[in-house]
């Protein structure tokens, strides 16, 4: 990978041209097949992974073994590393929904770009900051809004970032089993079942094994926004 290739993720695009080649430098190239894991929460400090292709899902799962998932990052993201500053074990896990290509960066390599080269301190306190935001407004989704609003809220970001428009609405990659549905919106399988039927019934979705068809987006929107009193 050379600098040019790395100038195509968005968050890295302020670095110098000198700093993205010596970024360029110290990733490795990495190929996931599906269901593998990038790194695993409770472990070393994890690297920073910009993916190139295909889909991850980052989680977070209780003694219980049960599953929060936390972000779904697209191809041109970066993640992980949260924890670098203070050396503490990896918060959430990383695993392929999808084979998947990504540039990792070692957390050893990490650390000594951050503290050596300011610029990409910048850029990696940036990285954090809006992976903590996404993580607050999760934790928003789950203590003020319903189950029906959680499952809209979905739909409605992934139309947003990779949605592609059709005659009747906008389409989406099915991307996620049922129960990951569940683990997104914190909730059963079955209550996933019953909400995706009603949205079908009420002709603002339709749903196969592949895709998934947002046909009144305004409304999805609406109920996404709607909060428990």
């Known amino acids: 990978m050379d600098a040019n290739g ?23 190239r990495r190929r996931f097949q599906t269901g593998e894991s990038l790194f695993q929460q409770g472990g070393e400090v994890s690297p920073l992974v910009a993916l190139q292709s295909g889909r991850v899902k980052l989680f977070r799962q209780s003694r219980q073994e049960r599953v929060q998932i936390l972000a779904l990052p697209l191809p ?14 990896c918060p959430y896990s990383a695993t392929a929904l999808q084979p998947a ?5 070692p957390p050893e390599k990490l650390r ?20 903590l ?11 003020f809004r319903d189950v029906t609003a959680r499952l809209a809220a979905v739909l409605v970001a992934r139309a947003q970032s990779e949605g592609q428009r059709t005659n009747h609405g906008i389409i989406i990659e099915r991307l996620l089993s049922q129960q990951e549905y569940a683990e997104i919106a914190g909730t059963a399988r079955e209550v996933v079942y019953r ?7 009420e002709g603002l979705a339709s749903f196969t094994r592949e895709t ?6 305004e409304t999805l929107a609406e109920i996404a926004r709607q909060e428990t009193h």
């Not at 909400?195 to 019934?201: A, D, G, I, Y």
């Not at 998934?212 to 987006?217: L, M, P, S």
């Open 6 to 28: 790395l100038a195509q993720f968005a968050a890295l695009q302020k670095l110098p041209a000198a700093v993205l080649c010596q970024l360029a430098d110290q990733m490795d």
């Open 76 to 89: 041109g993201e970066c993640f992980g590393g949260e924890t670098l500053a203070n050396d503490t074990p």
């Open 101 to 105: 290509r990504a540039l990792v960066l």
């Open 112 to 131: 000594q770009l951050v503290l050596a080269v300011p610029e990409f301190q910048e850029v990696f306190l940036n990285l954090v900051t809006t992976r």
């Open 133 to 143: 935001k996404q993580f607050v407004t999760l934790v928003h989704d789950l203590a």
């Open 195 to 201: 909400t995706f039927r009603k949205f079908e019934q």
């Open 212 to 217: 998934i068809e947002i046909t009144a987006f």
